[in-house]
């Protein structure tokens, strides 16, 4: 029997030190009047938490685009990539992937017109004899390029994974799901938003039984690429 406890999804799109309130979905400064294109990734990982609980090590978002990693005094075992302390989101994450702490990893990319709306989506149907399943990223935004030379991003990014039974009953399990707005420099990194859970298996058979817990960790990462003309 599987018992989840979702912990819950933080926004962690902290404002840089640049950004001002705004309205209407627009940012206070005035954006610019161009053709300037706008290249959106973002990326959705999903990362063994009990992979840096072995190697002795914890790590926290300390902000949008900066991650600190901690030591827990337990000594690391080998081809560990991650470094202890402060550092940014990109090298955070190049150095999980190097230590093969990713389950997961889903990207997504659209080009836009500055100021104007793009979407793009790829799901795979699977249909079988009871159900029928739909998984894939997706990826709406609304990419404005300011004066300050800062991007301004309006996001929906997820990834569905969903089956529907043939008497009509649906399940969602999909991993992530963000919906925000924020600031960010050209070319930077930040993360969106992440979420933490845990599941706790329990099993019994004849020779008596058991319990395990598993953990990871779901992280939403973007960046914005101005291309100029």
Do not use: K
């Not at 081809?79 to 990893?105: D, K, P």
């Not at 800062?150 to 992530?176: I, K, N």
Request: no cysteine; glycine share 10%; charged share 20%.
């Amino acid at each position: 029997m599987r018992l989840p406890a979702l912990l819950g999804l933080l926004a962690l799109a902290a404002p840089v030190a640049a950004q001002q309130p705004y309205a209407s979905g627009r940012s206070s400064a005035a954006s610019v009047a161009s053709t300037n294109q706008v290249r959106v990734t973002t990326r959705i990982i999903i990362v063994d938490r009990d992979a840096f609980t072995r190697a002795g090590l914890t790590y926290a978002v300390i902000g949008h685009d900066r991650v600190r990693v901690s030591s827990t005094g337990r000594r690391a075992s080998g081809g560990v990539r991650v470094r202890v302390g402060t550092q940014s989101v990109g090298a955070f994450l190049e150095a999980v992937r190097e230590s093969r702490w990713i389950r997961s990893e889903s990207t997504q990319q659209v080009l836009a017109t500055s100021g104007r709306p793009a979407m793009v989506s790829s799901q795979d149907l699977s249909v079988g004899r009871r159900a029928a399943r739909t998984r894939g990223p997706s990826l709406a935004v609304i990419p404005t390029v300011m004066e300050d030379g800062l991007v301004h991003l309006a996001v929906s990014t997820g990834v569905e994974d969903r089956v529907t039974y043939a008497w009509g009953y649906g399940v969602d399990g999909s991993p992530a799901a963000v919906d925000t707005e924020l600031m960010a420099r050209d070319g930077e990194e930040v993360i969106l938003a992440s979420s933490t859970s845990s599941t706790t298996t329990r099993e019994s058979g004849l020779l008596g039984w058991g319990s395990g817990e598993e953990g990871r960790d779901v992280l939403v990462a973007v960046s914005a690429t101005v291309i100029r003309r």
